[in-house]
């Protein structure tokens, strides 16, 4: 059991939370003028970086179930920010790439974070840069259900 008492932990977990809200608030304005959330940007995110990913290679990169990612996934198909298609090599395979509009909206969404990044990153110079990068890799290895 962790010491509860560790100052410099409860210190971590406050900065975390406040560094969270600020790295999401100006992307949280740009989606929510659109009715559209965090999942959404996720979804952008990943379709963007990864175009013609399948549907499940989605789901599992995100460690989501279906039914979490069902409707947010429908909107931004309706809303045409996605395109489905179905996938040469197996009928049964839904791909997701962006269109033009979706591209431009994660692009403006991820401009927010990047420049943040950037500034942040300049301001404590790249040992402090590259030791925020390590501890954010190792957290990520760590999924706790």
Known sequence: MVD????????????FYFAYR???SHPDRILGERGLGR???RLLYFVGRNPGIAVNALR????????AMNTPLRQLVEMRLIES?????????????LSAD???????????Q?????????ADGEEAAAGWRAVMR??????QY
């Open 4 to 15: 509860q008492n560790k100052p410099e932990l409860l210190e971590s977990i406050e900065l």
């Open 22 to 24: 600020a790295f999401t």
């Open 39 to 41: 999942v959404h940007h």
């Open 60 to 67: 599992e990169t995100l460690g989501v179930s279906k039914q």
């Open 85 to 97: 298609s179905t996938a040469a090599h197996d009928r049964r395979v839904k791909q997701l790439s």
């Open 102 to 112: 979706g591209a431009e909206l994660e692009r403006q969404l991820t401009e927010t």
């Open 114 to 122: 990047m420049k943040l990044l950037a500034e942040v990153f300049a």
């Open 138 to 143: 190792a957290l990520s290895t760590r999924m």
